[in-house]
């Protein structure tokens, strides 16, 4: 159903013509330049998926000497509006005739973007432990200092008004999964950088 097109030019580069939503940072100033990578279609491609090829697509051209040139035809069409990620302008982009160049080979795109997309999503992935391993030592921290009730077993800390939490079986019992969640998360983790 891909409908952005890209035409080959004299100098070796594509004129990429087409829409794109849900752009994370497809426009911002905070860099001199953004690279856009972009799936589309060339003018002889075979229908469906396996006419696919993909394109490095820049807000702005560089000259041969590798210094920022004219600006491409790239244009933010608008903002989305959605929950989440609101650091992070989530862009509709268009590009009318955009300087482009093919990544890999022609018709291959979707091989060459799905390397990229494994590559994001292990980065994902390995925030998300790294959250988990976050929360895991904050509320072993918070455990130890927190104090609550007597140990069922006795008092541990008759020196202070309460024992700390972390000798409540139920509370153990949540730390213990935590841990196994976030341990759990590194061996997956581990797997996935060594296969891949």
């Not at 070796?12 to 013509?17: D, I, M, N, P």
């Not at 006419?51 to 608008?78: M, T, W, Y």
């Not at 200092?145 to 000798?167: C, E, F, H, T, Y």
Request: glycine share 10%; net charge positive; hydrophobic share 40%.
């Amino acid at each position: 159903m891909l409908k952005t097109k890209a035409e080959p030019q004299a100098d070796g580069s594509y004129a990429v013509t087409g829409t794109k939503i849900f752009i994370s940072a497809g426009e911002h100033d905070m860099a001199d330049n953004i690279v856009h990578i972009v799936l589309a279609r060339l003018p002889d491609a075979p229908a469906g998926t396996k006419g696919i090829s993909l394109f490095i697509v820049p807000k702005h051209n560089v000259n041969s000497g590798g210094e920022i040139a004219d600006r491409n035809q790239v244009s933010c069409g608008s903002i989305e509006h959605k929950m989440g990620i609101h650091g992070n302008a989530t862009c509709v982009m268009n590009f009318d005739g955009a300087k482009g160049f093919l990544i890999g080979e022609p018709n291959r795109g979707l091989n060459c973007m799905f390397t990229f997309m494994n590559a994001a999503r292990l980065g994902t992935a390995l925030q998300g432990l790294a959250h988990a391993e976050w929360a895991l030592q904050n509320s072993v921290a918070y455990a130890k200092d927190r104090l609550q009730m007597r140990a069922l077993s006795g008092p541990k800390a008759p020196d202070k008004a309460a024992d700390p939490i972390i000798v409540h079986p139920d509370v153990r019992r949540m730390l213990l999964t935590q841990k196994a969640f976030a341990e759990g998360g590194r061996v997956s983790n581990s797997l996935l950088f060594y296969a891949g």
